[in-house]
């Protein structure tokens, strides 16, 4: 990676800082639909009390690979990544994760290790619980073990979706078409008339790595993706004009 793309991508991730998040889990502008943060607000008042707060600068470790998960974290604003391997012989990025991931909830549940590493790509604030602490927050409320069993679930698409990404998309442009949504649906917001906007948070490197190419491959490509008019870069932001476009290519 040339020192121009780093300081570009240092630059785009300063400029996704996280907003705001009020001091109370209810009235978070942040809570999304369907994850961990979206529960009624008596089991929320009462997951408070078993959690503190916690801030992350940009590129900072959270917690490492094989590490005893103590911990469970919910990301109440900015992004992290996650990844697999070890940094000094070959990793992967498995996702990006944004306000209302809860991460490491199936290593608490198991009593067992962090299966990735999890670094901030921007400023975050997160609300960490404890094992044990979770574990009887859980026994006390039956919504949220409900909603425990669906992040699960969420969990195992994504990993299902990494899966298949990189083993039955045939080409390039397939692979990171793929990816492109899947960010969309992840960390984006839906735009009226169909489309998507997401922060661009990742390098070219990086989303090379993600759909097993070259950075130049990857520049080369997203600039066709915008010469058609399926997606334009502004601010440091990614809008996906033509969906169905980027699904024909999968």
């Known amino acids: 990676m040339t020192d121009a793309e780093t300081s570009t991508g240092t630059h785009t991730r300063q400029k996704h800082l996280s907003r705001q998040v009020p001091v109370g889990c209810a009235a978070c502008a942040n809570r999304r639909p369907g994850w961990f943060c979206s529960l009624g607000s008596a089991v929320l008042a009462d997951l408070e009390l078993v959690t503190s707060t916690i801030s992350l600068p940009a590129q900072a470790s959270l917690f ?14 900015g992004y992290l990544k996650l990844t697999a391997g070890r940094l000094e012989d070959r990793q992967m990025i498995v996702r990006v994760a944004g306000p209302g991931s809860m991460l490491g909830l199936y290593a608490v549940l198991s009593h067992g290790v962090y299966e990735v590493s999890a670094e901030s790509l921007t ?32 969990e195992y698409r994504f990993a299902l979706q ?13 692979r990171l078409g793929r990816l492109l949504l899947e960010l969309a649906n992840q ?3 839906h735009l009226n008339g169909g489309g998507f906007r997401f922060p661009l948070l990742l390098t070219h490197e990086e989303m090379a790595s993600m759909v097993c190419t070259t950075r130049e491959t990857v520049t ?6 915008r010469k058609d008019g399926w997606i334009s870069i502004e601010d440091s932001l990614i809008t996906i004009h033509e969906p169905d476009r980027l699904h024909t290519l999968v």
Do not use: N, W
Not at 64 to 77: N, P, V
Not at 162 to 174: I, K, N, S, Y
């Open 64 to 77: 490492t690979q094989g590490e005893d998960a103590k911990c469970l974290y919910l990301i109440c604003g």
């Open 123 to 154: 400023p975050a604030q997160l609300r960490p619980v404890e094992r044990e602490r979770f574990l009887g927050f859980l026994r006390s409320h039956k919504e949220a073990q409900m909603r425990a069993v669906q992040c699960i679930c969420q």
């Open 162 to 174: 990494d899966a298949c990404r990189v083993a039955l998309a045939e080409t390039v442009a397939a």
């Open 187 to 189: 960390i984006g917001e």
């Open 220 to 225: 080369r490509t997203l600039g066709q993706f």
